[in-house]
C-alpha cells in the first residue's frame, strides 16, 4: 500500500482496535475498555458524524422483524434475535444513568405486519415472550376497522446526544478515539493484525500502523466486512414536522409510503421505507402527501436517512474467517437499537462471556481483569 514516499509510524499494539466510531463500535469500544481491555477506535468522519444518525428510537423486537426471522432462519434465531436486543437495551439504559441523556420511555403500537388478526399476531407474541421481553396483543374494532397490533416499551432520544454521551463513556473507560483518519490497509501477522491508517489532510503522508489482536469492523471496509454487506445502501424520507394531534407514541407502519412516526417534543418524526435512489425522489414526494392528508402534517422539513440494508434483522454479528476478524452488519452502524445490539454481542464474544472459541486470548483477558482490578481499588 502506498508509496516509497509513505512513512510508517508503528503505535501501541492494543487488545481490540475498532473501525468506526458507530453505536456498535462505540458500545463495543465502552464495554471493552470498562472491562479492563486496550481499545482504539479509527473514525474517518469528524466527531460525532458516524454516530448520531438513525431515527433515535430502542425496543425489544418488531413484529415483522420476528415473523420473517422465524420464516427466514428458524425459531431459535427469531429468539437469539429478540434476546440481544434485550441485551441491547440494557446497555443503552446503562449509557443513558452515567450520561444523563435526556430521553422519553413511550409506548411502541407495532402494526408492521399491515392488518393482522389478533391470533395471528399471538404467535408473534409468543416468540418475544418465550425471549424473556414483554409485548401485549391489541385489537381494533371500531370506525369500520378491522385488526391487531403488539404493544411494548420503547426508548426514544435524540441520537446525536446519545452519540455524544456513549463517546464520552468510552473515552472515560480509556478507550482511544481518533478521528478523520481512514483506514487503508489490513493485514494479519502472527496472531495480531496491523490496521495501517493516515489522516485525512491533502498533504499526509506518514501511515500509522496500529496492531490489535482482534479487529472489529462496523463500516464494511475490511475483506469480511465486504462480504458481509448483502446489497447497495438505501434511501429512507423524513419528515420533521408538526401535526394536527400530538404524536405521544411511537408507530410502526407496514407501508409503503410510511415506516415510522415517533414524538420528538412537540414535533413529530416521520420516516418512509427503505429506497435505491432511483426510486428515492417518488417515495419522498408520496410520504409528504401523506403526512399532509393523514396527520395534518404543517411546518415541514425534508430530509433523509442512508442506512445499509438489512436480512430480515438476521443477528448483525458475526466472526469472520480470518482469525480476530468481527464484523457489525446490516443496520449495525447507524440504528441505536441494531447498532447497540451488535456492539453489545461483539463485546461480549471478545471478553469471552459468550463463546470462548472466539474470545481474546486468555493472556489478554488476564491483563485486562488486572487492569480492571486496579482501577476500582484506585476509585475508592
Given at each position: 500500500?502506498g ?40 473514525d474517518p ?28 432462519y ?5 429468539h437469539?434475535?429478540?434476546?440481544r ?16 441523556v435526556?430521553?422519553h420511555t413511550?409506548r ?13 399476531l ?24 378491522v385488526?391487531?397490533w403488539?404493544?411494548?416499551e ?5 441520537p446525536a ?10 473515552l ?31 498533504w ?9 489482536t ?14 458481509a ?9 423524513v ?21 415510522m412516526i ?24 408520496e410520504?409528504?402527501r ?7 402534517a ?14 430480515h ?6 466472526a ?9 452488519r ?29 474470545a ?10 488486572a ?10
Open positions: 500500500m508509496s516509497r514516499t509513505d512513512r510508517y509510524r508503528w503505535g501501541m499494539a492494543r487488545d481490540v482496535v475498532v473501525i468506526g466510531a458507530t453505536v456498535a463500535g462505540l458500545t463495543a469500544a465502552r464495554r471493552l475498555a470498562s472491562e479492563g481491555f486496550d481499545v482504539t477506535v479509527l468522519s469528524p466527531e460525532g458524524v458516524s454516530v448520531g444518525i438513525g431515527h433515535g428510537v430502542a425496543a425489544c423486537a418488531h413484529a415483522s422483524t420476528v415473523a420473517n426471522m422465524a420464516s427466514a428458524g425459531v431459535s434465531s427469531a437469539e434475535h429478540v434476546r436486543n434485550l441485551a441491547g437495551m440494557a446497555e443503552i439504559r446503562r449509557v443513558l444513568a452515567a450520561g444523563g435526556e430521553h413511550v411502541l403500537q407495532d402494526h408492521s405486519l399491515g392488518v393482522a388478526l389478533a391470533r395471528e399471538r404467535d408473534v407474541a409468543t416468540l418475544i415472550t418465550d425471549s424473556g421481553a414483554q409485548v401485549e396483543v391489541r385489537e381494533i374494532s371500531a370506525d369500520h376497522r385488526g391487531a403488539l404493544s411494548s420503547a426508548i426514544a432520544l435524540d446526544s446519545y452519540g455524544a454521551a456513549l463517546a464520552s463513556q468510552a472515560t473507560a480509556g478507550a482511544v478515539l481518533r478521528y478523520d483518519t481512514t483506514v487503508t490497509h489490513l493485514q494479519r501477522r502472527d496472531g495480531v493484525s496491523l490496521v495501517s491508517h493516515r489522516d485525512n489532510v491533502a499526509a503522508r506518514d501511515l500509522d500502523i496500529t496492531r490489535g482482534a479487529v472489529v469492523d462496523t463500516l464494511g471496509i475490511s475483506p469480511w466486512g465486504r462480504i454487506q448483502v446489497a447497495p445502501s438505501e434511501w429512507v424520507p419528515l420533521r414536522c408538526r401535526t394536527e394531534n400530538p404524536v405521544t407514541a411511537v408507530t410502526l407502519l407496514a407501508g409503503p409510503p410510511v415506516w415517533r414524538p420528538d417534543g412537540d414535533e413529530a418524526i416521520i420516516l418512509g421505507v427503505k429506497n435505491s435512489p432511483e426510486t428515492y425522489p417518488g417515495a419522498a414526494a410520504l409528504k401523506w403526512a399532509v392528508a393523514t396527520l395534518g404543517h411546518d415541514i422539513t425534508e430530509t433523509r436517512m442512508v442506512i445499509d440494508p438489512s436480512d434483522g438476521r443477528p448483525a454479528v458475526g469472520s474467517a480470518i482469525p480476530g476478524g468481527f464484523y457489525a446490516g443496520n449495525g452502524r447507524g440504528e441505536l437499537m441494531n447498532g447497540t445490539a451488535s456492539g453489545a454481542w461483539l463485546a461480549s464474544l471478545l471478553i469471552g462471556s459468550e463463546r470462548r472459541d472466539v481474546l486470548p486468555l493472556s489478554a483477558r488476564i491483563r485486562a481483569q487492569r480492571s482490578l486496579g482501577h476500582r481499588m484506585l476509585e475508592r
